[in-house]
């Protein structure tokens, strides 16, 4: 038996888990019709496969019609969830791990434009920032209603065989009656705390009657809101005490802050760049002051922290949830002492923006999450081993490497560089990018077990390449800036790499032109920005940084706004020319009709990459298949079987950057579903 | 002026070494191999020195195997201006010791009319800390080793110098010899567009014969042997047992 915390059972009432690691809830988005179906279910499985201990499905599944999904969540208030559920959950169970799930009401939290039109509803008028909905101020029928769908959703949950669920209650209805700033009801709901806390317990008490002792209770709740006027720390033992002391649950998920805003929302969830296990101490507190069964998850992504919270007593479970979006096998690895070939979770947070914006849940960069049904998460041998040659080492052609290597194959890389990395290393120079860097290291290391070689410093040529006589020969060399943009005075701007990468140095006032919007402009900028110079950043876009997403756009926001840097939207920049020793801007618009003009020392110019692709077209005619690429096959997981050329010696693919300009995970999942059948 | 920067290809920082099982030496084959820390300080500083008007010229230097090239491309994207190779081994596992190296780099200094060299203070494979010094006897030049700040101001070349317990900051004529310590800069980071630049930038190949040098090592490896692991160590169950095993083990 082993001595790791981690590793240790932990007896909660009846409910043995099996270690100390857990799946906090959290919405994938991947259900269809409201209806946790296939992908979904898979998505559950394999964590519960490689040994999670408990996984805590649904984030926020509805109990009513008038909490439409905001995320394409699970609709809890229908019948229909019963058989799904009950598939995922026996699943799970045969594999050990246990399962519940968080029932929720969104209250305000959600849109009235949605599913029914119902009108939102919360305990007072305030509108949450987040989703922009005035809501109705609830009604007595409208809180025994809802306290009804409640207990009736738990009901379904323990007719499909969970072993318990949460209740969620930080930013959604439940906590909106306990806050004072979202609760403007008279007795007995609103007023005192024990009023505004009727409603949890009203609930709690229906569910307990309805659903009995066998069955696991707990509440996810904020215990510190963080916003003058709102619930304190102080409030939070209270109701923490409160909670133990009724008797009805049998846990406590702490969380700490508000998410009814982008920034609340991110200190709540931090993203990379910002502290990790922020909160942890905050729950050990809470733990404390009950000694009650206490979990909690917050940027929690290495194994030494999550031993550290379960060691040092400041949890009983810990949640490894993006952990696990990046590495569903982090438990297994931990079991057998290979800890250091768990994928690192590099706080992206690709998964949490993406579904903000009706997205799935992707990671970065493990392209098998969320797609278990088609992309394998351990890369099985290949039939025959094959000589493999990778031009360039960024995230496309590291996957690639990766893949490749782990299949059997005999795997030669040729980087530019003298290390590996392409555009992560640049944009990883930044520190807060650094953890991007991991994206490589992982790869790195994965590689060097599986003996690839790699000859850096190299730019490969076609003779390199036939040098190596390959089978296969995958081509991710990737891109370069491209800003010519202009009608005039393309030679006077200069590219957001060359800023990032110290080539150029920041100029004193300049206007940074991004129509890419992605991160690469705003690092730039705050590059810039930081040296003391001016900076106005314009887009013809109606919002900037639209590739950046909310979550990440928060670091940005609150170093930029301090260093006063402008935003000017639906700008466009036409031309360049000089004026002495200074540069006029011309900006147009899309709208038509109007110019401005800008007097700045430096342009920068934000406009993605352009393939570098003369390998690739000096290769093409060598090869069998002449380039081409079977995209049913691609799509569907079949071999790639185009022969055009049968002089062709080796096959040829080109992925990531080199094909077009995109982003990691498409340089990483274009890597993965070619590799994986190659 | 002209800045020679000599650079040396090593195993990179971040390779965990592994003795070769005839105990020859550390086992270099399909390792990730670098430029020498020290040596991407020192091309930095060159580089800035040019960019500040104080240099027309940087010339990176590499003796060794041919493979070192690779090594020289990574000073010429960094921003040097050309580079010399003179292949001196066929053998990744053979090294040329110092005085051999030191011989060379002095020819080339002559034969380019270099103003300055910029060296790192010692590579981090055998930590010889040498060839620096070794240059400047050869060539009858002033020296500064471990320099922490360069500071040219017309003949002459102020250096300070981290030592025990403090900053030393002396003057030295040129031509000398500066040797790089670590907190000398940041070196900068190579872009693809630069490196692409590199690709045309002159690589001139040499040999040792060129410049009458003979490179056949003077001294003998006797063995090469890795740390010993560390052993297992054992759990005691209170204070006093700890007290009572490390004095048993003599450390108290």
């Known amino acids: 038996m082993s001595n790791d915390p981690l590793l240790q059972p932990y007896q909660l009432k009846h409910l043995t888990l099996r270690n100390r690691i857990m799946i906090t809830s959290h919405e994938p988005a991947y259900p269809e019709d409201g209806m946790p179906k296939d992908r979904y279910r898979a998505y559950h499985v394999e964590r519960a496969k490689a040994g999670v201990a408990l996984t805590m499905t649904a984030g926020s599944a509805s109990v009513s019609r008038d909490s439409p999904p905001v995320f394409n969540n699970i609709l809890a208030w229908k019948d229909e969830v019963v058989g799904w559920m009950k598939k995922l959950t026996d699943e799970c169970h ?73 209740l969620q209650a930080y930013g959604h209805l439940m906590d909106q009656f306990w806050s004072p700033l979202t609760n403007d009801l008279d007795g007995p709901y609103g007023g005192s705390l024990d009023n505004r ?160 914006q009706g997205g799935l849940a992707f990671c970065l960069h493990n392209a098998a999450t969320g797609r278990e049904e088609t992309m394998p998460h351990t890369i099985p041998a290949a039939p025959a081993k094959k000589r493999v040659t990778i031009v360039g080492a960024g995230p496309a052609g590291m996957e690639a490497a990766r893949v490749a290597a782990e299949r059997g194959h005999a795997v030669t890389v040729f980087e530019a560089a003298d290390q590996p990395g392409g555009q992560i290393r640049l944009t990883a120079l930044q520190e807060r990018r650094r953890e991007m860097i991991s994206i490589i290291a992982w790869r790195q290391a994965m590689c060097d077990k599986h003996g690839v070689t790699f000859n850096f410093n190299t730019f490969a040529e076609a003779d390199d390449v036939l040098a190596t006589d390959p089978d296969e020969v995958i081509v991710a060399t990737g891109g370069l800036p491209h800003t010519e943009v202009l009608t005039q005075g393309n030679d006077l701007v200069v590219s957001a790499w060359d800023i990032l990468s110290g080539d150029v140095k920041p100029g004193q006032n300049v206007l940074v032109y991004d129509d890419a919007g992605d991160h690469a402009a705003l690092q730039a900028a705050d590059l810039i920005a930081a040296t003391g110079a001016k900076v106005e950043i314009v887009t013809p876009d109606r919002s900037f940084s639209p ?30 020319a000089r004026d002495g020793n200074q540069l006029r801007a011309t900006l147009g618009s899309d709208y038509g009709g109007v110019t401005r003009e800008r007097l700045v020392d430096q342009v920068v110019v934000n406009h993605g990459t352009r393939p570098l692709d003369e390998l690739y077209f000096d290769l093409k005619p060598l090869s069998s298949n002449l380039g081409e690429v079977d995209y049913e096959a691609l799509t569907t997981g079949g071999f790639q079987n185009v022969r055009k050329n049968p002089e062709g010696k080796f096959r040829l693919f080109r992925i990531g950057d080199a094909v077009a300009a995109r982003n990691t995970h498409a340089a990483i999942y274009d890597a993965l579903r070619l590799v994986k059948d190659l | 002026m002209k800045i020679l920067t000599p650079i040396k290809r090593v195993i990179d920082y971040n390779v965990k070494a592994r003795v070769r099982s005839n105990g020859s030496g550390v086992d270099l084959a399909n390792v990730k191999m670098s430029m020498n820390p020290f040596d991407e300080i020192a091309v930095e500083e060159a580089i800035r020195l040019k960019e500040a008007g104080k240099a027309e010229e940087v010339i990176a230097v ?29 053998d990744v596992h053979q090294d040329i010791e110092p005085l051999a190296v030191a011989k060379i780099l002095a020819a080339v200094a002559r034969a380019e009319g270099a103003g300055l060299v910029i060296a790192g203070k010692q590579a981090i494979d ?107 160590g054992i759990k005691v169950g209170s204070v006093d047992e700890l007290v009572g095993k490390l004095k048993e083990a003599g450390v108290i």
Not at chain 1, 116 to 143: C, G, N, T, Y
Not at chain 1, 550 to 560: F, I, K, T, W
Not at chain 2, 152 to 158: C, R, T
Request: hydrophobic residues 40%; negative net charge; proline residues 5%.
């Open chain 1, 94 to 166: 045969d594999h050990g791990c246990a399962v519940m799930i968080q029932l929720t009401h969104l209250g305000r939290r959600t849109r009235w434009d949605k599913a029914d039109w119902l009108p939102v509803v919360s305990p007072s008028h305030e509108r949450e920032a987040a989703h922009r909905s005035f809501p109705k101020k609830m009604e007595d029928w409208d809180i025994s209603r809802i306290i009804g769908d409640y207990v009736d959703a738990a009901e379904r949950m323990k007719a499909a065989g969970l072993d318990g669920l949460e």
């Open chain 1, 197 to 356: 806390l009727r409603f949890t317990f009203d609930i709690l008490k229906g569910i307990r009657e309805r659903c009995g002792e066998d069955f696991i209770l707990g509440v996810r709740y904020t215990g510190d809101e963080d916003l003058p006027g709102g619930i304190t720390a102080e409030d939070g033992i209270a109701i923490s005490q409160k909670l133990k002391d009724s008797g009805l649950v049998d846990f406590l998920n702490v969380v700490k802050g508000h998410i009814d805003t982008d920034a609340g929302l991110t200190d709540v969830i931090p993203v990379q760049g910002m502290r990790n296990a922020p909160h942890l101490e905050f729950a050990g507190a809470i733990r404390k002051a009950t000694n009650f069964p206490t979990f909690h998850a917050a940027k929690i992504p290495d194994v030494p922290t999550a031993r550290h919270a379960i060691a040092a007593g400041l949890l009983d479970m810990v949640g490894m949830t993006r952990a696990h979006m990046a590495d569903p096998h982090l438990v297994r690895k931990v079991i057998e002492g290979r800890e250091d070939d768990i994928r690192p979770c590099v706080g992206a947070n690709y998964c949490l923006d993406r579904i903000y």
């Open chain 1, 547 to 576: 590739e950046v997403m909310a979550m990440n756009l928060v670091p940005y926001m609150r170093s930029l706004q301090k260093l006063d840097t402008t935003f000017t939207v639906t700008w466009r920049l036409m031309q360049v």
């Open chain 2, 62 to 90: 590499s003796i060794g195997v041919k493979q070192a090239q690779e090594t020289l491309r990574t000073a010429l994207a960094m921003g040097a201006d050309r580079a010399i190779l003179v292949v001196a081994a066929d």
């Open chain 2, 126 to 232: 055998n930590d010889m800390n040498a060839t620096g010094q070794m240059l400047a006897a050869l060539l009858g030049w002033g020296q500064a080793t471990f320099a922490s700040k360069l500071e040219l101001e017309g003949a002459k070349a102020k250096v300070t110098r981290e030592v025990d317990g403090g900053l030393q900051t002396i003057e030295v004529g040129l031509p000398a010899v500066v040797t790089a310590d670590l907190r000398l800069n940041e070196p900068r980071y190579a872009s693809l567009p630069n490196i692409m630049k590199a690709k045309k930038k002159p690589l001139e190949e040499k040999t040792p014969a060129d410049y009458g040098v003979e490179v056949a090592p003077r001294l003998e490896v006797v063995s090469v042997r890795e740390p010993e692991g560390r052993k297992a």
